[in-house]
């Protein structure tokens, strides 16, 4: 059993694909742009939702297959030529996103730690007219294919903070929740995005929430010691 010990929350976390918006349409699309590109069958919804969440480079390896890891740069190039055309327009918010986030950041200090490169998060974030809600940063990655992690994204967003007494991760993939833990960060797990609640327990997520909706009850009763 888990103990219930109140929490002075100085600061949240947020992943951005699944969590704040849904990225799927967009990223399918992408994805499917570039095997065409490449000569490939374009792919389904199902067989690129796992690939959500890690970077972009390992996913493309994923997809395209061992024997033709070389091509990995050449499906990134064509990969990022529509998305960037595209992506402030596709991607969607999660339900409640605007309502949420007001709420929050009234609160504590918000901040974004995603695996997508930050130039894009923060073009996303902007066009969802929400990139203000973020006084706490946007973090992301660079536009180079270094396979960096999570925790090394969440270290950045750390240090931005002072420090990671106080936070909360806010994730939906097991790459969150093991990224902040390196951290010493506890992850509330939502189930509205990429992963399941077998996976977001497994990586050993804290909390669940079903979506966005809950946080703001739900981060209250962590502060408060109830949950």
Request: proline residues 4%.
């Amino acid at each position: 059993m888990i103990d219930r010990v109140a929490m002075a929350l100085r600061g949240v976390l947020f992943d951005l694909d699944g969590v704040l918006i849904d990225s799927l349409p967009s990223i399918l699309a992408c994805m499917n742009h570039a095997l065409i590109d490449l000569g490939r069958a374009p792919v389904g919804a199902e067989q690129v939702r796992p690939l959500i969440g890690p970077p972009l480079e390992e996913s493309a390896a994923r997809l395209l297959g061992a024997a033709d890891a070389l091509l990995v740069p050449r499906f990134v190039a064509a990969y990022r030529e529509r998305y960037a055309a595209t992506c402030a327009r596709e991607s969607l918010p999660a339900a409640g996103l605007v309502p949420v986030l007001t709420t929050l950041a009234a609160r504590w200090r918000l901040a974004v730690a995603t695996s997508k490169p930050e130039l894009y998060a923060r073009e996303i974030l902007a066009a969802l007219g929400v990139d203000d809600c973020f006084s706490g940063g946007i973090f992301g990655r660079s536009l180079v294919l270094d396979s960096e992690g999570k925790a090394a994204v969440v270290g950045r967003a750390c240090v931005a903070f002072g420090g990671a007494t106080g936070l909360v991760m806010i994730g939906d993939r097991e790459h969150d929740v093991v990224g902040a833990a390196a951290h010493g960060i506890a992850t509330i797990g939502v189930l509205h995005g990429m992963g399941s609640r077998m996976e977001l327990e497994r990586a050993g997520a804290r909390w669940i929430a079903a979506d966005l909706e809950a946080l703001p009850g739900l981060l209250a009763a962590i502060e408060a010691g109830l949950a």
